[in-house]
DNA sequence: AGAAGCCTGTTAAACGTTTTACAGAAAAAC
DNA sequence: GTTTTTCTGTAAAACGTTTAACAGGCTTCT
């Protein structure tokens, strides 16, 4: 009853053959006759035997596992982007070693370090600055790399997947031109983080574009609840926007906690377009008009892009930019339209102008 | 600039040691001579040298990662359990191997064996069933496992930490009983999930004392859009509650989607009592009553049980029960304080009767 | 029929660590 | 002054697998 690991000579002695044979048909790397494979397998079976992942990959050098890194593990974009990539990876038969860097760069360092230590045949990141992880400098050649969501916005020597966060911005900023909206504030989560410069640049230069004049940003920071005291301060020292912008979920969740707090209506009098698409998003009373990330495209993309990387190919980064679209909802009131107050009774949403099919586009 | 890869050898020959020493200087395992040991970090340094795991845990035997075993990893509850996971791990020098069940039973056995196939240090796992699976039949004295949220109702082989399940069913029907409601609708994930047939039962038991007549439950599954469709369902074939109760936070959104979608206002005329804490639940209007489990510490409980069994614990399996709470807002309608109609406009919340603050409390 | 080529299976040598057994030097005990 | 003990470092043997090199038994080709 205690016996203390069966290993592949066990499994060899028992079918009555070399352990090579037992290796052969469990990694199938070289053709093995047929019964004699069954015999393998059933004394495998019998033995409850399982090949051991360190020895295997100390001898080829192959790891069968990933790392994934991510700046928070409590943002639901974060979260579902690992969730789809582990479905990818348990697809092609890979494991996932997932690690926080909780937006910090020292953690960000350290945890890939650890990381790098198991020798992952490929690392898939979110990373948490525009440079590049020092960390990782030693392994561009090497190791296959793909960054995620977040990319230096001048061209990154690995691959890189996102969305056109500019474009984001401006569906954004059109969505409430267009129904009118003069007011407009840009609650950004931090312009340290380049993709939100992005999205706030896409959304300013458009408003600048129409209106001729700048729309006030605030930063609230990437914690729901820290971000919703930010704004209400903010909201008890300043003139009411008639419509805001939040260019991530967690601010959106704070901008809407804050109105929520000072029972201030929504859309009438002031409009919300938020970011991301979540459960929670639609259930409310009047739904939340949304900017949609294809997240699944997002790892998938990434997926694809790591999977050729391991399999060899040596071509030059390539950058994958997909395509956000409006999800049109009930949080944005119309003022072109006609002056007619209170909450809206038509139950039609606003129709969808933008055309928020999202699509890849290959570039570079 | 294109070398291999640097060992433990190379860093020995360029501090002019023995491998073993660096070994030693690495692992801790015995003491190393203060200057030598400088000697031996400088040369690493330099190499850039990291200890390869894979090395390392096939002669050692030691792992210094954890499984963790979860059935959904779009599912909040979920995903907060890994976040915290992870950083505990991290603080302990332990990397987290993750996957996901998706709540079926075959992809459960099949997660496992991959897991296991790592030899782990432990495994922490939220099982799909009630039952054991067969995977772990056979690790049961030699491995470290955790058995979180969902544990089997008649005890368990293996360690467990979760809450109160039937008080925390319980609290949720006394709350709405204490506001004077007689109307209570009950709806579950699904019964086949023991914890959520805790739930239901602490629920309907207090329901049938007190009125003496058993609570409709509903079963909505474990996707949000699914269970708003099961709802909008049931909702347009039966008469309107009073008053429901949510037993999981996808419930609870599938209950706001459902009642969102039939224009149905919260409080009034149907107060809902919700599952789990997050941002979403106090970022709208009429904040969210709900059931709040203590997720911090059922990450802590879960991890201080798997270091105590990792540093070699062999007494008998416990089972720690942890309570939930109530966090009162503004989602339930007070019935017996007075006949008055629409939205309250008292901004107070009611207080909280029931004593929320969670406390570990060890059984068995 | 004999040589050449393909299968299919085996033997043995890695892979980069940890760890046991041991050796030499310094310190302590007699 | 010798012997014992303690301390530090080293040599070498694992750990469980993959894989290169090889060895037979076939088929296939001259």
């Known amino acids: 009853m205690d016996n203390p690991r069966v290993t592949i000579r066990d499994v060899a002695a028992r079918a ?22 069954a015999r393998v397998l059933k004394a495998a079976d019998e033995l409850a035997y399982q090949v051991d992942r360190a020895a295997s990959q100390l001898r080829s050098g192959q790891a069968r596992v990933v790392g994934v890194l991510v700046p928070d593990l409590d ?8 969730s789809q990539l582990e479905v990818l990876a348990q697809k092609d038969g890979y494991d996932i070693l997932v690690a926080s860097s909780r ?15 198991w020798r992952p ?24 790399i ?39 504030l840009v609650a950004a989560s931090s312009l340290a983080i380049s993709p939100i410069r992005e999205r706030v640049r896409g959304a300013c ?19 729901a609840d820290r971000g919703a005291a930010a704004f209400l301060h903010w909201l008890e020292r300043h003139p009411q926007p008639s419509a805001v912008i939040a260019l991530t ?13 000072m029972r201030i209506d929504i859309p009438d009098p002031v409009s919300v377009v938020g970011f991301d698409d979540y459960p929670w998003m639609s259930a409310r ?41 409006l999800q049109a909802r009930d949080s944005v009131r119309d003022l072109a339209a006609g002056p007619e107050r209170g909450n809206s009774h038509d139950p039609d949403p606003h129709p969808n102008l933008e055309g928020a099919a999202a699509s890849p586009k290959a570039v570079h």
Do not use: Y
């Open 103 to 117: 937006d910090d760069l020292g953690l960000e360092q350290s945890r890939l370090r650890t990381l790098l230590a």
């Open 75 to 82: 943002d639901v974009f974060f979260t579902s982007l690992v």
């Open 249 to 261: 979920n967690v601010t959106t969740l704070s901008t809407l906690s804050a109105l929520a707090r």
């Open 16 to 37: 009555g053959v070399s352990i090579a044979t037992v290796s052969n048909v469990f990694s199938g790397n070289k053709p093995v006759n047929a019964d004699l494979r």
């Open 285 to 325: 009373k009047t739904g939340l008009t949304a900017i949609r990330q294809p997240i699944a495209e997002i790892a998938e993309a990434a997926w694809n892009r790591l999977r050729a990387r391991m399999a060899g190919d040596q071509a030059p980064p390539t950058h994958s930019v997909l395509q956000a679209g």
């Open 205 to 223: 230069d458009l408003i600048r574009t129409m209106l001729g004049r700048e729309p006030t940003v605030i930063e609230l920071g990437s914690n």
């Open 121 to 144: 045949s490929g690392l898939i990141a979110v990373p948490c600055s525009d440079a590049l992880p020092e960390a990782l400098r030693h392994e561009i050649g090497r190791l296959p």
């Open 146 to 184: 793909v960054f995620a969501d977040r990319v230096p916005p001048e061209g990154s020597v690995v691959d890189t997947v996102a969305i056109d966060n500019r474009e984001a911005g401006e569906i954004a900023a059109r969505h409430l031109l267009a129904k009118g909206h003069r007011d407009i």
